[in-house]
């Protein structure tokens, strides 16, 4: 059952022009990625922003955080590890916890998992960074908290103690 509900989350690419005018994107422009069930599987639609207002059905958007199934239940037995830390912070939607996701999206992208797809600028000027799954094909929508390197330090400790391990500054870190 894990695996056909991750397969249902496959999210497509961005569409070239607007689902509801059919007029097509300019470089930068702003749009709407909604997310919805139909006939048993998840599609995506892009709307420009005059035609967003009149979609009420749409179960998400990408100015939300991100688009991710919850975790398979055999993940829940598991060691908690980077993905799936990050898939539990991404279900619970909590504006908080920016920062970790963050961080271990950059992690899961060292580690070749996640490939950075696309950047975006939202409305409020934040930038949303949509990374795919190699393996699942997920889309990730991730908003880039633009941490100044202090910041970035302590989140990451903070991520690292989340994983089960032991902030940098703890004496005999063992080098990654
Ligand atoms: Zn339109």
Same mark, same amino acid.
């Given at each position: 059952?894990?695996?056909?509900n991750?397969?249902n989350?496959?999210?497509?690419?961005?569409?070239?022009?607007?689902?509801g005018?059919?007029?097509?994107?300019?470089?930068?422009? #702003?749009?709407y990625?909604?997310?919805?069930?139909?006939? !048993?599987?998840?599609t $995506?639609?892009?709307?420009? @922003? %005059?035609?967003? *207002?009149?979609?009420?059905?749409?179960?998400s958007?990408?100015?939300?955080?991100?688009?991710?199934?919850?975790?398979p239940a055999?993940?829940v037995?598991k060691k908690?590890?980077?993905?799936?830390?990050?898939?539990?912070?991404?279900?619970?939607?909590?504006?908080?916890?920016?920062?970790?996701i963050?961080?271990l999206?950059?992690m899961?992208?060292?580690?070749?998992?996640? #490939?950075?797809?696309?950047?975006?600028?939202?409305e409020? !000027?934040?930038?949303? $960074?949509?990374?795919?799954? @190699? %393996?699942?094909? *997920?889309s990730?929508?991730?908003?880039d908290?633009?941490?100044?390197?202090?910041?970035?330090e302590h989140?990451?400790?903070?991520?690292?103690?989340l994983?089960?391990g032991?902030?940098?500054?703890?004496?005999?870190?063992?080098?990654d």
């Open positions: 059952m894990g695996r056909e991750v397969d989350w496959h999210v497509k690419k961005c569409a070239k022009a607007c689902d005018c059919e007029e097509e994107f300019q470089d930068k422009q #702003v749009l990625s909604h997310l919805r069930f139909d006939e !048993g599987e998840y $995506r639609k892009d709307f420009c @922003k %005059k035609c967003r *207002e009149g979609d009420g059905s749409a179960l958007t990408w100015q939300t955080l991100f688009i991710v199934p919850p975790p055999e993940e037995v908690e590890n980077a993905e799936s830390l990050l898939r539990k912070l991404l279900a619970k939607e909590n504006d908080e916890d920016l920062n970790a963050f961080i999206t950059v899961l992208e060292r580690k070749k998992i996640l #490939v950075e797809r696309d950047t975006q600028k939202m409020d !000027g934040r930038k949303l $960074r949509i990374y795919e799954h @190699k %393996k699942t094909g *997920e990730f929508m991730v908003i908290p633009e941490l100044k390197l202090n910041e970035l989140v990451q400790d903070e991520v690292v103690v994983l089960g032991q902030p940098r500054n703890a004496p005999q870190e063992p080098a």
